[in-house]
């Protein structure tokens, strides 16, 4: 269950999905309010504060990637983007548009809702100036630029614990290849994925309970990397 109750508003043409997302949603506690076109969801974001939006992307209307641009001419409010459309290249154009992460259909509840739990803590730590995250054995303290594993200071180097605080920043939200090498190397290393998953393999050495099954620095294959959130599992 949540701590405070949750708005979410709900953007699906499919009645049967709105319903399964509603009963889904509501047994957590959290509140739900339904769209089911893009021009919908559009004004329910505009009249009434949403503090997550569950998109999907076939609207009758319009297509959902619209919705999320002009959701996100004003609004930073969490997007999780729901779509049959499964390819890497779809998941990373979503995710440079703004979305805060993407599930393919079809999913399960529990995935939905660990996502959506994640997205909402991400937004709370940026609200509230928190500046620890903590994943399993691992704490990332943004304050004091320190990060230690089972009460150990670990050694890192600028760029790893640069890697980490991207991370922190967005935890439990996926990072793209192409958002994490413009940040770290800059604009003209966007197109260096080989090296990037080099440098991931090294860093897991030194953060990872078990680097080769990896429960903090997890991947999105094809896509890119994000910090574990609760009910995740390894994903390589």
């Not at 699906?12 to 893009?38: K, M, N, W, Y």
């Not at 949403?50 to 992307?57: E, K, W, Y």
């Not at 991370?167 to 290393?189: D, K, M, P, S, Y």
Request: aromatic residues 6%.
């Amino acid at each position: 269950m949540t701590d405070v109750m949750s708005n979410v508003l709900v953007v699906d043409d499919e009645p049967q999905i709105r319903r399964f997302l509603r009963a889904g949603f509501e047994i957590e506690g959290f509140s739900v309010r339904e769209a089911e076109t893009g021009n919908d969801a559009i004004r329910a974001a505009t009249l009434h504060a949403a503090d997550l939006v569950i998109l999907d992307l076939a609207l009758p209307d319009m297509d959902g990637s619209d919705v999320l641009q002009r959701l996100r001419a004003w609004s930073s409010t969490p997007v999780i983007v729901l779509s049959v459309r499964a390819s890497e290249a779809e998941k990373v154009r979503l995710l440079e548009l703004g979305a805060d992460d993407y599930v393919v259909k079809p999913f399960g509840m529990a995935e939905l809702l660990a996502r959506a739990k994640a997205a909402l803590r991400r937004q709370a730590l940026g609200i509230s100036g928190e500046s620890t995250v903590t994943i399993d054995r691992l704490t990332i303290d943004l304050a004091a630029r320190a990060v230690w594993r089972d009460g150990e200071r670990l050694v890192l180097t600028p760029k790893e614990y640069r890697l980490l605080q991207l991370l922190a920043q967005h935890a439990g939200n996926v990072v793209t290849h192409q958002q994490i090498l413009r940040e770290i190397w800059g604009q003209l290393h966007v197109n260096d994925t080989h090296y990037l998953r080099i440098f991931v393999r090294k860093l897991r050495q030194k953060i990872e309970p078990e680097p080769n099954r990896p429960r903090i620095l997890l991947t999105e294959l094809g896509v890119g990397y994000r910090l574990a959130a609760a009910g995740d599992r390894p994903l390589e």
